[in-house]
């Protein structure tokens, strides 16, 4: 893992300790990532879905998250929003989506 991967990491688990996630949490989450054969990056910002879906908490995800995630290209995300911006504003921006996780927190 490396050392800017591991920040993130402890970034993470210091915005989601008030509900009791620990870093060691986030790494055991990040490593089941990994050995499914995803970047760390996406690894990361997987953790970062989780966890807001978990805890109802918001992130912001870049353009260059979802390109990461879907391996896509920037401006492929870029069309893909155009195409659906009707959709995603009605939605306020936002896909419902069931916790990538059940039962890990609780």
């Keep these: 893992m ?18 009791g996630v620990t870093p060691m949490q986030c790494i055991k989450i990040f490593d089941s990532g990994i050995k ?3 970047s760390e990056e996406s690894a990361v910002i997987g953790l970062r879905l989780a966890l807001s879906a978990e805890f ?8 260059e998250d979802v390109a990461a995630v879907t391996g896509e290209s920037v401006e492929e995300v870029k069309e893909r929003i155009k195409e659906n911006e ?21």
């Design 2 to 19: 490396k050392d800017e991967t591991r920040k993130k990491l402890e970034e993470i688990a210091k915005k989601y300790g008030k509900y």
């Design 56 to 63: 109802n908490e918001h992130e912001y995800f870049t353009l």
């Design 86 to 106: 009707e959709e995603l504003m009605k939605n306020g921006s936002i896909i419902e989506v069931s916790s990538p996780l059940p039962g890990l927190f609780n």
């Design 36 to 38: 499914r054969g995803i």
